[in-house]
């Protein structure tokens, strides 16, 4: 079973006991964390959602608090003795997921009105009284 999974502006394809990096994430001071943004599960059917699987949720831990490697910013612009050196360093959460969840949407009662059995074909049968 898998999932893809949509945080930070990014698409993430994760299953069950994958360890990843991700943007940062809004709760720090908290463990767990649920991504309720999932774009599609495919266990023994295939759910894609519009634009997100409803009742679907992937609970994740996060591990730790990590920086991600150094990017160097350099400008130059040439006979013009200018030159700029810059770096970043983005700041991430490593996140362990513990589990896909989907639950099953509660399916509505049928009934059976005149519009709806004119549209269908259905025909009331009425008692006869004797």
Do not use: C, W
């Amino acid at each position: 079973m898998f999932a893809i999974l949509e945080t930070g502006g990014k698409q993430y394809k994760v299953e069950e006991g994958d360890v990843l990096d991700v943007e940062l994430l809004t709760n720090e001071d908290k463990e767990d964390f649920i991504f309720e943004t999932v774009l599609l599960i495919k266990d023994k059917e295939t759910l894609v959602g519009a634009p997100y699987v409803k009742n679907a949720k992937i609970k994740a831990k996060i591990l730790e608090k990590v920086k991600a490697s150094k990017i160097i910013v350099f400008k130059k612009k040439s006979k013009k003795q200018y030159k700029k050196t810059q770096g970043h360093r983005q700041k991430l959460h490593r996140i362990k997921i513990e589990k896909i969840e989907v639950k099953a949407p509660a399916k509505p009662k049928a009934r059976t009105t005149a519009k709806t059995a004119a549209k269908t074909g259905v025909k009331k049968v009425e008692k006869k009284e004797k």
